[in-house]
């Protein structure tokens, strides 16, 4: 069974899965992945010969629908083509596969109830609608039957993940790569050691993972798309710069990183790259995300026309999506809030995903929807959550420093602010400015007397 990986994206919108750590205090996990992976002294990129790589989940489809229709009996033949309309959709951002991929599971179910495959490809449909309650349930119910198979462990731990569960989820991504350390589970690895801020880490796990390699050549681009991700974070455009054009090298015209490259265009002011950029990764699958963004340059240009026809589209994709079974309460909270829309409504959605999943990001979506509609000591309780494992964020760094300067609390807004702009100063191309001209309005720390 090929469990796809942690799939992250800038507002995590749905169409695809969303995915060590505090090294120092886990012991076991550090001494393990040190012997492992070695330290990160220099990039790694093997390629191949990705002119005979295919290109797109469609390969072995229709063999598969085939298989299907010959043997409507069969177990097996609806589980591979769930998994790969699963992996389509991460090819194209149809969430009208979700429907197709839950018949063909019901159909599966109505044969063998009982089977590890039928409860963690329901996991990872579960992970991709964000119903990761509903998928730490069917995780476990696949590692019960069958403990020994490694990727039932990562649908788990995604869910974990997803839950706020992070000591729990740390603990299955150990018995994961113990039993298989392959690219998924490298993968997941690198995104928990970000989540806990050690990014050197993370980038050291992706690059193990892109050295063991994926049958599906989608999962390699993606991994150079989130050692760009990673390196972006950082301030370094130079190497994100990089590791997105490997990503486009190994898939053609793959719009993850088409839109890292229009991100290193918009921090490097070149605008009029960026729209042509972002416009290729909407044409190539129309995601929120790549309409939230190409939107905002918009605006940042001054055609308000053009950035109200991608806010446009952004609502009515998200329809599509929650009318396909797809959770988008975080995603869309942010959305209103920082485009303030209906911001009462804003804080409703990031209340239920919170509600729903109580993770470090959700709990920053509850603290923004709460700054903007002027509830700050209540934001700045989720501030502090969402900063709680020392993720380097410089957007969750923002936050909480605004919420701080709208409290009165100056030293902690500056070292807030100084510590988001010092991660990036391209952060974010709403609120780059807004970070720089907040901090000089607050002047210089003071110096403590000695």
């Not at 990761?132 to 403990?147: E, I, S, Y």
């Not at 729990?168 to 928990?192: C, E, G, T, W």
């Not at 950035?307 to 999506?321: E, I």
């Not at 920082?338 to 993770?359: C, G, T």
């Amino acid at each position: 069974m090929s469990i796809s990986p942690v799939r992250r994206m800038p507002l995590r919108f749905a169409a695809a899965l969303f995915t060590i750590a505090a090294l120092l205090v886990i012991p076991n996990l550090a001494s393990r992945f040190d012997r492992r992976l070695g330290r990160p002294d220099q990039r790694i990129a093997l390629l191949g010969d990705t002119g005979r790589l295919p290109r797109r989940g469609d390969d072995g489809i229709a063999a598969l629908q085939q298989r299907v229709r010959d043997n409507p009996q069969a177990f097996m033949p609806y589980i591979s083509l769930a998994q790969a309309y699963l992996q389509k959709i991460r090819e194209t951002g149809d969430p009208a596969l979700y429907g197709k991929t839950q018949q063909l599971l019901d159909r599966a179910a109505q044969i063998d109830p009982q089977n590890a495959e039928l409860f963690a490809t329901r996991g990872t449909l579960a992970l991709g609608r964000h119903d990761f309650a509903g998928a730490l349930v069917l995780g476990r119910q696949a590692l019960a039957l069958n403990p020994a198979s490694a990727p039932y462990y990562g649908v788990v731990a995604d869910a974990q993940i997803e839950l706020g569960m992070y000591d729990a989820a740390i603990k299955m991504l150990q018995q994961m790569v113990d039993h298989r350390p392959d690219f998924n589970s490298y993968s997941r690895i690198a995104y928990a050691r970000e989540l806990y801020g050690d990014t050197e880490g993370a980038a050291e796990a992706m690059q193990r993972a892109i050295v063991a390699g994926s049958a599906i050549p989608e999962h390699g681009a993606w991994a150079y798309v989130q050692l760009g991700n990673l390196a972006f974070g950082s301030g370094d455009l130079q190497s994100a710069q990089h590791d997105f054009d490997l990503g486009l090298r190994m898939l053609d015209n793959y719009p993850p990183a088409l839109a890292g490259q229009a991100r290193v265009a918009t921090a490097k002011g070149d605008l009029r790259a960026a729209t042509g950029l972002y416009q290729r990764a909407f044409n190539t699958i129309p995601l929120p995300e790549y309409a939230i963004a190409l939107g905002d340059v918009y605006a940042k240009l001054g055609d308000k026309q053009q950035a109200q026809r991608q806010y446009d589209l952004v609502r009515a994709l998200d329809k599509l999506f929650v009318s396909n079974g797809v959770n988008t309460d975080l995603e869309s909270a942010l959305f209103f809030a920082d485009h303030d829309i209906d911001l009462q409504a804003s804080l409703a959605k990031a209340r239920a995903a919170y509600a729903a999943r109580p993770s470090i990001h959700t709990a920053d979506g509850v603290a923004w929807t709460l700054y903007k509609t002027g509830n700050y000591q209540a934001a700045q309780r989720y501030a502090g959550e969402a900063l709680k494992l020392g993720t380097h964020d410089a957007l969750k760094l923002f936050h909480a420093g605004m919420i701080a300067k709208a409290l009165g609390q100056k030293e902690q807004a500056r070292t807030r602010l100084q510590a988001a702009i010092d991660l990036n100063p391209h952060f974010s191309l709403l609120y780059g400015d807004l970070a720089a001209a907040t901090l000089k309005e607050l002047g210089p720390a003071h110096e403590r007397s000695r």
